[in-house]
């Protein structure tokens, strides 16, 4: 079974591209051409984008630098216990939503210093798998296209959040505490 998986993730990305390929030139669609316009139309929208990530990474960085977010974990520690929540996982739920390498390096130090079978690292693997980077996904894809009023998306995204945060807190408890 192995050599099949490895077999078809060595030929997947070759086998889809000259499928592209083909069609295209069936088609008769200047495959060339309409790749270089797509280029060109990308590096726009990543030059439209630039600011609201670079605010992003500026407010993350200005958070863990500060110690703010350690100060805050430290200071909720005793009501995280009651509901099993080891104060580790403190900073992922609040970076989980601004950005993501943000998170995995979060997370990255929650399994170094607590071990990859502890409850933390599980639990913060969940949430990982279980929440989004709103403002990240608001700043690309909203930005993209230029709408400036996202604030019921935001709304909605930080709920949608909030509750695949508690539902992974449920779901580890049940499964791991």
């Not at 060109?40 to 990474?57: D, N, T």
């Not at 959040?161 to 508690?166: A, K, N, P, S, Y």
């Amino acid at each position: 079974m192995t050599k099949l998986l490895n077999l078809i993730s060595l030929w997947a990305l070759p086998v889809i591209l000259l499928t592209v390929l083909t069609c295209g030139i069936v088609k008769k669609v200047p495959v060339y051409e309409e790749f270089t316009e797509g280029a060109k139309r990308g590096v726009k929208v990543s030059f439209k984008i630039l600011p609201y990530l670079i605010a992003i990474i500026v407010g993350i960085s200005m958070l863990r630098a500060s110690g703010a977010i350690e100060m805050l974990a430290n200071f909720m520690a005793p009501v995280l216990l009651k509901f099993n929540i080891p104060s580790d996982t403190l900073p992922l739920m609040i970076v989980r939503s601004l950005s993501g390498s943000g998170a995995l390096g979060i997370f990255s130090d929650i399994a170094n210093s607590a071990g990859p079978d502890s409850y933390a690292t599980k639990l913060s693997a969940v949430m990982l798998g279980s929440s989004e980077t709103t403002f990240y996904v608001l700043a690309v894809y909203f930005g993209a296209v230029g709408i400036k009023k996202f604030r019921y998306a935001l709304v909605i995204g930080l709920l949608a959040d909030f509750i695949g945060i508690v539902a992974a807190i449920s779901v580890c408890n049940l499964m791991f505490a």
